[in-house]
């Protein structure tokens, strides 16, 4: 592997995740025109489907497929609802209450989830490297938690809570997702799934406001085409040429950049408050998620390009 080819391949994986993460500055945007979470999430799937597809359609033309079994299709139908309807909803109700920067590092302890998870279910062993990585990032989300209480409020709680719901939903998806993928494909598998999710996300929509969907100032259709298009799929395509060019291991590594680029852009476009005690928590949590990353025996872990995908 020379060095081109490797700067190449962290720099896609750095920008990726860097636009997943931008998703949270669109959303909050999307806010400050009037749009409530149901709309912002049911526009977001909207424009973000029929990339998908075409996606779908392209992989179809270069190799056949196999079929879908009517078990796989009822499971990616349920994946939808828990991975993308369900978590992104709590996630975009969280976002009215706190920053772009506290909402990142509470999602980024979804491999600290799934490994709890999958203790309780799946009786899988924690090491104690893991339960020492899982307390650092847990103190690390306290920290940056304290600085939104006191710059934010009370209601900081709520939203924190919303928000750890909503990493605790796609961390069930996760789980599931890892075992189907290996039968449908990523593409497939995000497209069905994102399928669902839009489906319920729009009749949702549709009974708490008939009239949402189409009555929002032209920038909350701009911005809603923006997070479809530039911070769900195309992100999303560049994290997996990534995994395809130098491993999810090294990927991973590199979507460590997303919760750091996050909290500079809420500084940056929405004015929220950057300290360096909040710095310090983003550190202690990247630290944390870090070494179980790391940590032998691997984690129930899917493919990153899954583990973004929300």
């Known amino acids: 592997m020379s060095r081109q080819f490797l700067l190449i391949s962290l720099s896609l994986a750095c920008l990726g995740s860097i636009m997943f993460s931008a998703k949270a500055i669109v959303v909050k945007l999307a806010y400050q025109h009037g749009a409530d979470a149901a709309t912002v999430l049911a526009l977001r799937m909207f424009f973000s489907l029929p990339f998908f597809w075409v996606a779908v359609y392209w992989e179809s033309r270069q190799r056949p497929m196999a079929p879908i079994s009517r078990q796989d299709l009822l499971t990616m139908i349920f994946l939808g609802f828990i991975g993308y309807y369900l978590s992104s909803y709590l996630d975009f109700l969280g976002l009215k209450y706190i920053s772009v920067g506290l909402e990142r590092v509470i999602l980024y302890l979804n491999p600290t989830i799934v490994l709890l998870i999958a203790l309780v279910f799946l009786k899988k ?17 306290i920290l940056v938690f304290l600085q939104d209480i006191r710059w934010e409020g009370s209601l900081v709680a709520w939203g924190a809570l919303l928000v750890f719901l909503s990493a605790v939903a796609y961390a069930i998806y996760l789980i599931f997702a890892g075992e189907i993928v290996k039968r449908v494909g990523s593409i497939r598998l995000v497209a069905f799934a994102s399928g669902s999710s839009t489906i319920l996300s729009v009749a949702q929509a549709l009974i708490l406001d008939p009239a949402s969907l189409w009555t929002q100032p032209a920038e909350v259709y701009q911005l809603s085409l923006f997070n479809g298009a ?24 590199a979507g460590m950049v997303g919760p750091v680029a996050t909290v500079f852009l809420g500084w940056y476009f929405l004015q929220e408050t950057m300290t360096l005690m909040q710095l310090i928590g983003m550190a202690i949590v990247l630290v944390g998620v870090a070494v ?18 929300e």
């Not at 062993?125 to 990585?133: E, G, L, R, S, T």
């Not at 179980?292 to 995908?309: F, I, Y």
């Open 125 to 141: 062993k924690i090491m104690p490297k893991q339960w020492v990585a899982m307390g650092l990032a847990y103190a690390g989300v």
């Open 230 to 253: 530039f911070c769900t799929f195309v992100p999303m395509l560049l994290v997996m040429i990534s995994v395809n060019r130098i491993g999810p291991g090294l990927t991973s590594q």
């Open 292 to 309: 179980l990353a790391t940590s032998k025996p691997a984690m129930v872990q899917p493919r990153p390009e899954l583990a973004e995908a």
